[in-house]
């Protein structure tokens, strides 16, 4: 089967994610911007966590455009990803509540391991269907980033529970190695044409 269904119902999972994350901002009271203060954390959590739903749907995006198509290990694959996707706004909200301390940004960082994880097996399912010498897999080859990103999330979950601020520096860090779209894939495509 084509991967374009797949691709379009994960598009609609991200999209209510991340509607379900803003819904969790109260509304200020008052109207200066000292009635902001109560909401910062909240506010922040947001933005940190949009930003990473955002680079999951771009490089998701990136990657379903070298799948041709794909098969039921594929299917549950991606919905496992959606699963722990699909945790951020209650780990965002528990986090921004507690005003990031110890338990909740360790616990926001076990999602975003699991979400990388999870990314990760969704690629070693793509790339066992579609073969070892396909476009995705040459393309993403040895995915050292991926590697990286996945150390610094258990560094992080561990600093937690001493310094949340480091900890929070750490998602921050691995949100912005991740944040220009992985080009890996856009460059094999090219160098297919």
Not at 26 to 54: C, H, N, R, W
Not at 63 to 83: E, I, R, T, Y
Not at 138 to 151: F, N, P, R, V
């Amino acid at each position: 089967m084509t991967s374009n269904r797949l691709e379009a119902f994960s598009d609609g999972v991200i999209a209510i994610i991340i509607t379900i994350m803003i819904l969790e901002i109260k509304i200020p009271e008052g109207d200066t911007f000292a009635s902001l203060q109560p909401v910062m954390y909240s506010f922040l959590s947001y933005v940190l966590s949009f930003i990473y739903i955002g680079i999951y749907w771009n490089n998701h995006h990136h990657m379903m455009h070298a799948v041709p198509s794909v098969d039921g290990a594929v299917l549950w694959a991606n919905l496992h990803l959606l699963f722990w996707l699909s945790l951020v706004p209650f780990v965002t909200h528990w986090m921004a509540e507690n005003h990031f301390s110890k338990v909740p940004v360790a616990v926001y960082g076990m999602v975003l391991l699991m979400n990388a994880i999870a990314y990760t097996i969704l690629v070693y399912f793509l790339i066992r269907h579609l073969g070892k010498d396909s476009l995705l897999a040459k393309a993403l080859g040895a995915d050292y980033k991926g590697k990286i990103s996945l150390a610094i999330y258990i560094t992080a979950i561990v600093v937690s529970f001493f310094v949340p601020a480091v900890a929070m520096g750490c998602y921050v860090l691995v949100a912005c190695i991740w944040f220009i779209p992985d080009s890996r894939i856009e460059k094999k495509q090219h160098e297919v044409r």
